[in-house]
């Protein structure tokens, strides 16, 4: 005989995508627990850019990744750093990357991402108004910048693409974005400005809050990891760490980069890899920027938060648990500088690990091993700007409804 249903749903995770899943879930009326053994949102979301990148349906891969390896791999000033050890050691997940670099599967990526960041902020608004979090948000577009006309050039198709999927921007001259941004130091080429674009001045106090208004309403938070899960035909038992079994009626695995921990859910067979990304925070400098600048040769955003101008960014495949690259905050300090002149030693960094999928897609959708468990992670670059959404469809799968988008393309059987 089963043990009896502790709770209706058991949320792994309590990062911006497990916190929006629960939130979503209890305003439907559901018993929700979350279990992670860290605060909420202390985990990849509080590192992030602190953008709202609704326009960021173009995949890392990408065909021009294939042609630039060589400079990509040995050259201290690219924004792509790459583990040779580690790639040799997981060389499907490299080849599947690769794979996924050509034309027609860039193609499909991207299609299927602006799938799903066009309901962004149906899955995001009603989640900061529950939380009270309005004052963090701020809306006031986001640009992007070229400092080298070759580096423009090699972008155009990429843009085009993006465009035709019906993301607005403006085309900006040079003294346009001087006329914007009058601190930026950089030669500048050419700019574009998505329209529409929202940062948020603390993604950790977003989470904070969201977390605070789900307790308050009566939501369970277990300081535990679930270690693995068994699924039956009436529910899920979950084993945690302090070896306490919990059982629901379903289990969504939202994790992040550690989701493939939970043994017996399914997650465990997928190729989820890390990729590392690094911030540095210059605490007295927030007033250089009135908005996020994304510097498109360097691969990093400058972007005035609450504490102070972060600068987030680049791109380590490495393993998870490889020590702190110094090179790459190093990197950062450096670009830094030739954006805005002589900033003086960053006063803080930071080092995070993106849920990554090898084709830049996330996993949404129930798994193959049995649907009451329910798989949410994956996100990548872009885990802050669609929590909201991957919640909101995580609970209409929970609740046995049609999500409200396709998600075709993120189930776990493409692999």
């Known amino acids: 005989m089963q043990p009896h ?17 629960a939130l979503w879930a209890q305003s439907e009326g559901l018993r929700v627990v979350v279990c992670d053994p860290n605060p909420a949102g202390s985990g990849t979301t509080s590192g992030s ?17 294939i042609k630039s390896l060589p400079t990509l791999l040995t050259s201290p000033d690219s924004p792509l750093s790459f583990n040779l050890m580690h790639g040799l050691k997981n060389p499907a997940w490299m080849l599947s990357f690769l794979n ?17 960041l066009a309901h962004t902020n149906d899955g995001l608004n009603p989640l900061i108004a529950l939380a009270d979090a309005q004052d963090l948000i701020i809306e006031n577009d986001c640009l992007y910048v070229w400092s080298t006309a070759s580096g423009h050039a090699a972008s155009l198709p990429s843009e085009a693409r993006r465009a035709s999927l019906g993301v607005q921007s403006e085309d900006l001259s040079p003294s346009d974005i001087q006329s914007l941004e009058p601190n930026i130091r ?43 899960s068994i699924a039956d035909a009436d529910g899920v038992t979950a084993q945690l760490s302090d070896n306490t079994p919990i059982r ?41 920027l009135s908005r996020p600048v994304g510097w498109a040769e360097a691969g990093f955003y400058a ?44 006063d803080s960094e930071w080092l995070g690990h993106r849920p990554t999928m090898p084709d830049s897609l996330p996993v949404i959708g129930h798994s193959n091993k049995s649907d ?25 799968l929970a609740q046995g409804r049609k999500p409200s988008c396709d998600i075709t393309a993120f189930s776990a059987d493409r692999f």
């Open 5 to 21: 249903h502790d709770y209706d749903l058991i949320v792994a995770g309590a990062g911006m995508v497990g916190m929006s899943t």
């Open 49 to 65: 850019a602190c953008v709202i990148a609704t326009y960021a349906c173009n995949p890392v891969n990408s065909p021009s990744i």
């Open 100 to 116: 996924n670099c050509r034309p027609t599967r860039v193609d499909h990526i991207a299609n299927a991402l602006a799938g799903l």
């Open 186 to 228: 950089l030669p500048l080429h050419r700019g574009l400005r998505f329209k529409g674009a929202r940062h948020i001045a603390s993604p950790q106090e977003l989470v904070s809050r969201m977390h605070r208004k789900f307790t308050v309403l009566g939501g369970t938070t277990l300081p535990q990891t679930i270690l693995s």
């Open 248 to 288: 629901a009626s379903r289990l969504v695995v939202a994790a992040g980069a550690r989701s493939r921990d939970i043994k017996g859910s399914g997650a465990e067979k997928l190729p989820l890899g890390t990729e590392r990304g690094y911030h540095i925070l210059y605490e007295n400098h927030r007033n250089l």
């Open 303 to 346: 972007t005035p938060m609450a504490d102070g101008l972060r600068v987030a960014g680049t791109v380590e495949i490495n393993a998870t648990d490889a020590p702190f690259n110094q090179k790459r905050t190093a990197y950062l300090t450096r670009k830094s500088h030739d954006m805005f002149g002589d900033l003086g030693a960053p």
């Open 372 to 396: 009451r468990i329910i798989m949410a992670f994956g996100h990548q670059h872009i885990g802050l700007t669609l929590g909201g959404i991957t919640g909101k469809i995580a609970t209409d």
